[in-house]
Each structure stands twice: as structure tokens, then as C-alpha cells.
């Protein structure tokens, strides 16, 4: 089947037609209807499909057992997210594997398409939430101990879908992911190519900064006598800006729950999640311990308190180079890349999987909204460059 067929089937699923985008977390129906989807994809190539106890799944051409070569990426996205972020990277895997047997190509090892759950985290907090727990990075325990903004406890969402629960921890799919290779829209405007190479992933976290108030009138209450935490909060989220252009690194406050959120009370309490990623890991724990300096001081000023809650840390990942320049040269010559954006690919790496990602570029650098976009013969030039990867890693 064509990339464009399965592109204009796959994207019409879940897409919000007012906003034109994606809300796609972990486990919900949108999501699941994606996943429906990509099952059917699978049965209709004849591909025997894994899964494990969270719900990943790799779709295998070829032998049933032993270690193969793996592409795919995610089918989950951000809140309102665009359409490329995630299922770009497995649409093209089912076009490039179609290609590849088109062409009669025999491969000498499995090739395995992956569909990995919640990596974007938006339903329950935490990024590549599958992948993580597939690694045994983050244990059964701690995984099960995640409540989504409704307090649906993770089991229950799994259940929900299907899956028991009680499966949940490291999994067996990672013995047979020999190499990986994700492909994904580049998410800033780094790449002025078609198609490149990734180097390396920032490190990143995410922290919870609870402000603590005092509710009271929003008439009768003199502002000298406020103990207002949306103004910690507001000077914080400006400090976190300032305190990131100066680092060369980034800083973003895009949640925040306000208590009672009412427009004629003082609030007493906001929570605010910073994202904050830098090139290394020094900058980073620069990065977080300038803005937390800055929160602490001005909540003493406003009589408010703070508490800081790291709720994930992602190491820098540098993918191997070995199979990097392998990639580049089948690719004569792709330009390599950096990037700040977080992937299931970073996870893997640091379980020790030979890892490498493609990137097609984007034109307008948006990415995590409705107007990310991609040029189809970008799309088109990423699913040849995705093909002659696996041709190479699996002849
Ligand atoms: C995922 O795309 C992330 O970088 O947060
Ligand atoms: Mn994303
Ligand atoms: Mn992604």
C-alpha cells in the first residue's frame, strides 16, 4: 500500500475537526482506535504481532524467533498535538516494509514494526511511559502507582483496553530488538535536508512546583495582606525563561492547576510542571537550581511556600556512532542532528539496543500542535531512506 494511502487512513482517526488535532493519550479510545488500526495493518500483511504487558507491540516480518531489526515509534500524542509526531515513524515502517517486498528484498533477520504506548506521558505524567517500563527503567510498581488528571489509576486504564495489568513490567519484546531505527518528524528547524541523522537527545526532566497560599477575597483582602501563590508561580514562570535564554537551554511552564480557581478568591494553591531540557546535564541541573533559587526567594517575599517534585529525568542520550555513520552513509551523506525532543529511541539506547533515529524535516520547525506539518515528498524521501536502512541493517 501506498505512504499516501496509509497516511490519509491513518490521520483521519481521532483528528479533532475544529482544531484540526490530536488527542491521542495512552490507553483512551482515540488512542486505541489507532492501535485498532495499525493491528489491521498488520493482519492484513500477515504480520505476527508481540505484545507485552503494558500494551507495546512489534509486528514481525519474517522468522518468529531470534533478534531482529525494529523500526516504528508511537501512536499516542501531546494534548491537541499534530499528526505527524509518533505515527509518521510507523506509518512509514508498514510503507518502507511494503516497499521492501515489492522489491523481493528476502530479509536475513526479522524486521519487527513497533508501536510503543504513551510516550508523549500526556495521559499519565510520565514520557515513554511504555518504553520505560518495557526496560525495566521504571519499575512495575512506580508504574502502577500512576493516576491520570481524572485519577484513573493506570491498571484500570489498562484494563479498560484489554490488558491485565498484573503483566506489566520489563519485557520480553526487548530480546528480540536487535537494532533499532525511529524515524520522526524533526520537531524544531534544524534540519534543512529532506531526511537526517540523529546524534544525540538532551537531557530533560519534568518538575512539579507546588505553590502554597492562603485562600482569601479577592475585594475585601488588601494586597499588602496576601499570601498569593499565582504570583510565586507568575515571576517563576518568568524567572524559568529568563534563567533558560541565558543557559542556551529551555524552559517551559504548560500546566497549571490553580485551587479552588475561582475568579474572586485569592487561590491557595497552584501547581505549575516545568519541562526544562539543556545540551548537557550540567547546564541542566544549572538550569533547575537557578529557578529554583529564584521561586524559593520570591515565595518568602509573598509569604507562600514552594515544593519542588521532580516526577522524571532523562539522561542525555548519545546513539551509538558506529551504527549512526552507518545510517549516513547508506543515506550518502544525511546530515546529523541533535535534538531536544524525548523519544522511546533514547530509552532503548540506554537499555543497551543499538539504536539510531531518522528525522524528515520540518519545514515550519512547529511541532506539539495542530500545525506541525511535513511536505509529503519529505515524508515520501524519509519512507526510501527508512527502506534502504533496513535493506542494509537486514541483508
Ligand atoms: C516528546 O516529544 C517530548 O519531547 O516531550
Ligand atoms: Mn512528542
Ligand atoms: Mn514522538
Excluded at 490521520?11 to 484540526?20: L, M, Y
Aim: proline share 6%.
Amino acid at each position: 500500500m501506498s505512504f499516501e494511502s496509509l497516511w490519509a487512513d491513518q490521520s483521519a482517526i481521532g483528528r479533532n475537526p475544529e482544531t484540526g488535532g490530536y488527542t491521542r493519550g495512552g490507553w483512551t479510545p482515540t488512542e486505541r482506535e489507532a492501535t485498532h488500526w495499525f493491528l489491521d495493518q498488520c493482519a492484513a500483511r500477515g504480520l505476527a504481532v508481540e505484545s507485552d504487558g503494558i500494551g507495546n507491540l512489534i509486528a514481525w516480518w519474517g522468522a518468529s524467533d531470534g533478534p531482529g531489526v525494529v523500526t516504528g515509534s508511537h501512536l499516542d500524542s501531546v494534548i491537541d498535538g499534530g499528526a505527524f509526531d509518533g505515527p509518521l515513524g510507523v506509518v512509514s515502517a508498514l510503507a518502507a516494509i511494503d516497499r521492501l517486498r515489492a522489491e523481493g528484498f528476502e530479509p536475513s533477520v526479522p524486521l519487527g514494526v513497533g508501536a510503543f504506548v504513551e510516550e508523549e506521558g500526556s495521559r499519565f505524567g510520565m514520557p515513554c511511559l511504555g518504553s520505560r517500563v518495557a526496560a525495566g527503567v521504571l519499575s512495575a510498581e512506580k508504574a502502577l502507582a500512576l493516576t491520570d488528571r481524572a485519577g484513573v489509576p493506570l491498571a484500570l486504564a489498562l484494563e479498560q483496553a484489554g490488558i491485565d495489568p498484573a503483566g506489566v513490567g520489563p519485557s520480553p519484546l526487548l530480546q528480540r530488538m536487535g537494532t533499532f531505527v525511529e524515524l520522526h518528524v524533526e520537531q524544531g528547524r534544524g534540519l534543512t535536508a529532506p531526511v537526517g541523522v540523529a546524534s544525540s537527545i538532551w537531557p530533560h526532566g519534568r518538575f512539579r512546583f507546588t505553590f502554597g497560599g492562603e485562600a482569601n477575597h479577592a475585594g475585601t483582602t488588601l494586597m499588602e495582606d496576601r499570601h498569593d501563590p499565582m504570583l510565586t508561580y507568575a515571576m517563576t514562570a518568568l524567572a524559568a525563561n529568563k534563567q533558560a535564554r541565558l543557559a542556551g537551554a529551555r524552559a517551559t511552564f504548560g500546566r497549571i492547576s490553580v485551587e479552588p480557581n475561582g475568579t474572586n478568591a485569592v487561590p491557595s494553591q497552584v501547581t505549575a510542571w516545568l519541562d526544562a531540557r539543556a545540551a548537557d546535564t550540567a547546564t541542566l541541573e544549572l538550569l533547575l537550581a537557578a529557578i529554583t533559587k529564584q521561586a524559593t526567594e520570591r515565595a518568602e517575599r509573598d509569604g507562600t511556600t514552594l515544593e519542588v517534585t521532580p516526577e522524571s529525568v532523562s539522561p542525555i542520550v548519545n546513539f551509538p556512532t558506529g551504527l549512526r555513520d552507518r545510517l549516513v552513509g547508506v543515506l550518502d551523506g544525511a546530515p546529523v542532528l541533535p535534538t531536544g525532543a524525548g523519544h522511546d529511541a533514547g530509552v532503548f539506547s540506554d537499555a543497551g539496543i543499538p539504536t539510531a533515529m531518522l528525522f524528515v524535516r520540518n519545514p515550519t520547525g512547529i511541532s506539539h500542535s495542530p500545525a506541525e506539518y511535513a511536505e509529503q515528498d519529505d515524508c515520501l524521501a524519509g519512507v526510501e531512506a527508512l527502506a534502504a536502512v533496513l535493506k542494509d541493517l537486514a541483508k
